[in-house]
């Protein structure tokens, strides 16, 4: 077991119980957070084909509520808060006023008046802030409610079973994307069906003093199905093959979301003004004319492994840069997302490299996502 834990680095309620199954820890956005715990393949693969259980503790959860607490997320966010459903939740972006991708967000409607904000952890205080900021002259408050929730993810086509069998909530209803409030295994939970892995999954919101004995009773639940505990390596192979993107990588204050190809969350029918309209219309527009460099993804000929930075090449000539790359355990080979010209953009076309380290090794171009699980 390692640790590159400082004294000001954060924990989460499951720390000591990280340990006491030898996870191997690192820091993450100053969480000192499970890397893995056996195997990053065994991890990968439990949870495309049985089950896994993540502790997702360092997202940041903010909650809005108010009169205005629509009318203000309306403003602040490029999406369409007002018109999510009580208990439905929706993904979405917040952004500068120059267009540039502040961080991407789920939203939950948790009552009528009342509005979960889920941040990432590298991001939850520039989304604090940025929330705060634009609440000004609108009757809602901004909490920062990060210490409030500890968050387990139980992700995986065994999950709905494990689940099942600790809670009496209404799973077979519970729509994708969307929230309840109940009760798992004793403890008081929302139980969101969403997650980052690709598969079928839930997200569980609990009090950190509650998280113990959750993770303890999913273990129990999902030992005789093949759950098993994963950590943040296998998380990013999943998302990766999934083609979900992560800030930092895919998404940045330097892209808006036409630029990263998910111009589709920017919502410009919704009533009234909001941070970024007017560069984001302009943005929409350019995109629509002269398309940017396309997010694709590569799966490799070779065996080389593309990291981000890496140059992505065609003819000698520079056309793009990878944003992530990992062997995938799904597919056997090396995989990555990258942004490249429009004209080198289409599945199937043929030239693309990779520069590592001096050597340009050949990659195929596919649309993305990589792994689309069967419904």
């Known amino acids: 077991m390692s640790s590159t834990a400082t004294p000001e680095t954060r924990r989460t309620a499951l720390d000591a119980l990280h340990r006491s199954l030898g996870a191997t820890m690192t820091d993450f956005a100053g969480w000192d957070m499970p890397l893995r715990y056996g195997s990053e393949r065994d991890e990968h693969l439990a949870v495309r084909t049985k089950a896994g259980l993540f502790d997702l503790s360092h997202m940041g959860e903010i909650t809005v509520t108010g009169p205005d607490a629509a009318r ?94 600790l809670t009496d909530a209404d ?22 069906r969403t997650g980052y892995t690709g598969e079928d999954g839930f997200e569980l919101f609990v009090s950190p003093g509650d998280a113990e004995k959750l993770w303890l009773a999913l273990t129990e639940a999902g030992a005789p199905v093949g759950l098993i505990p994963c950590g ?26 036409f630029d990263a190809g998910l111009g589709r969350v920017v919502k410009f029918e919704k009533d009234g003004d909001f941070v970024g309209r007017t560069a984001l219309e302009a943005a929409a527009e350019r995109a629509a004319s002269q398309p940017p460099r396309v997010l694709v993804g590569l799966v490799a000929e070779g065996r080389r492994v593309p990291r981000a930075g890496y140059p992505v090449v065609a003819a000698g000539q520079v056309i793009g840069e990878v944003t992530s790359g990992a062997p995938s355990p799904t597919l056997g080979k090396p995989i990555a997302m990258a942004y490249v010209d429009a004209a080198h953009s289409a599945p199937g076309t043929t030239g693309v490299g990779v520069d590592i380290r001096g050597s340009h090794e050949p990659y195929e171009v596919v649309a993305l996502p990589f792994y689309k699980r069967e419904k």
């Open 72 to 165: 203000l997320l309306n403003y602040a966010l490029v999406g369409n808060i007002a018109s999510v459903g009580l208990g439905r939740a929706r993904y979405t972006m917040i952004c500068r006023a120059d267009g540039g991708i502040l961080d991407d967000l789920i939203v939950y409607r948790l009552a009528e008046t009342e509005y979960m904000v889920v941040a990432n952890a590298s991001n939850a205080q520039v989304v604090l802030d940025a929330l705060t900021e634009r609440s000004e002259g609108f009757d809602a408050v901004v909490r920062d409610d990060r210490d409030a929730y500890a968050l387990l993810a139980v992700q995986g086509p065994e999950s709905p079973g494990i689940l099942k069998s």
């Open 171 to 192: 799973l077979d209803g519970l729509k994708y994307y969307a929230g309840l409030p109940g009760t798992v295994a004793g403890v008081p939970a929302l139980i969101a």
């Open 232 to 257: 943040l390596s296998c998380r990013d192979t999943l998302r990766l093959e999934a083609g979900m993107p992560l800030y930092g990588h895919e998404l940045s204050t330097s892209l808006t979301p």
